[in-house]
């Protein structure tokens, strides 16, 4: 009986993520085949969060692999250069409580501009010398630079987070080619989630409107 609850209740928390990355934005979902970049095409790939990964720490490092794309340290701020540039990351955390509007209209356009962001985690606090760097080019609380495909982002809070990484020219201009991931972080064992005011709905009533 144990066995079958504990098998019941990670169909739930599976179903709850994939409709959270709905709502709140993910990798897209799709029966097709994604379309293979074209020959010498800029590509940037998550390694690690993965998409849906689920852990205990409340720090992650967040790597990526680009491929036909040189990252210049020595050229960040300048002219904008053919193929080279920096990385772009942001970091936002689903907000434990909705309001009902904002929700519906993330129902009714899931993979629209209705998604719902959450707060950023892009600031020095979180996101350390990227975190820095970002509040002295005045990006903090939008995205995290870097030169390097790694960053690190620590305290942060028990929920669901989703992670933009983008291709950016010299001079922070962002280009098409991005990748992105959803993870959740777990609350320690015996605590919870406060509960949402009165008129707001909780991330996970927000999942179930979706199963």
Request: with cysteine; charged share 20%; glycine share 10%.
């Amino acid at each position: 009986m144990q066995r079958r609850t504990a098998t019941a209740l990670a169909v739930v928390l599976a179903a709850a993520a994939v409709a959270l990355m709905l709502i709140f934005g993910g990798k897209e979902s799709s029966k097709a085949e994604p379309k293979p970049p074209a020959p010498g095409e800029p590509v940037v790939e998550i390694i690690s969060p993965r998409n849906g990964a689920r852990q205990n720490a409340h720090a992650v490092v967040v790597k990526v692999d680009v491929q036909n794309f040189h990252l210049a340290p020595n050229e960040f701020g300048r002219d904008p250069q053919l193929g080279e540039g920096h990385l772009r990351f942001g970091l936002n955390r689903v907000p434990n409580c909705v309001e009902p509007q904002k929700l519906e209209k993330a129902i009714n356009s899931p993979l629209g501009k209705g998604r719902l962001v959450g707060a950023s985690f892009d600031f020095p606090r979180y996101a350390g010398p990227n975190g820095v760097l970002a509040e002295r080019i005045g990006t903090a609380g939008s995205y995290s630079p870097a030169t390097r495909p790694e960053i690190f982002y620590r305290g942060l809070p028990p929920g669901f987070y989703r992670l933009v990484v983008n291709l950016a020219q010299n001079n922070g201009a962002t280009t098409p080619f991005h990748d992105v991931t959803n993870f959740q972080i777990l609350q320690k064992p015996g605590h919870h989630m406060k509960k949402c005011p009165k008129g707001k709905v909780s991330s996970a009533s927000a999942a179930e409107k979706l199963e």
